[in-house]
């Protein structure tokens, strides 16, 4: 799940760009599934969410979640499908699970 601060944010259209690119490549991964992308406007809205990107588990738990203050500083998105390809493979549990 990824939450964006809007379409006016040139590091968020950027990010939601390749998400786009890659998703159709990605439907195979246990942990990845796509939704559609909406915007109300080009504009800056009132109200915007900070950038965050979330994995979800099939029961609706959260197994990874990152938030940032700033649309710098998030997670590639090579290494996030990286690690979820380790996770499944290992059965690698969210920190307070051991």
Request: glycine share 6%; with cysteine.
């Amino acid at each position: 799940m990824v939450f964006y601060r809007g379409l006016h944010c040139p590091v968020c259209r950027a990010q939601l760009s390749e998400l786009n690119r890659r998703l159709a490549r990605q439907r195979d991964r246990p942990r990845v599934r796509g939704f559609p992308l909406r915007a109300i406007s080009d504009d800056e809205p009132a109200w915007f969410s900070e950038p965050g990107l979330f994995l979800i588990r099939s029961d609706g738990t959260v197994y990874y979640a990152s938030v940032n203050s700033m649309p710098i500083g998030r997670p590639r998105l090579d290494d996030v499908l990286s690690a979820i390809d380790y996770a499944a493979k290992a059965d690698y549990p969210a920190r307070g699970e051991a």
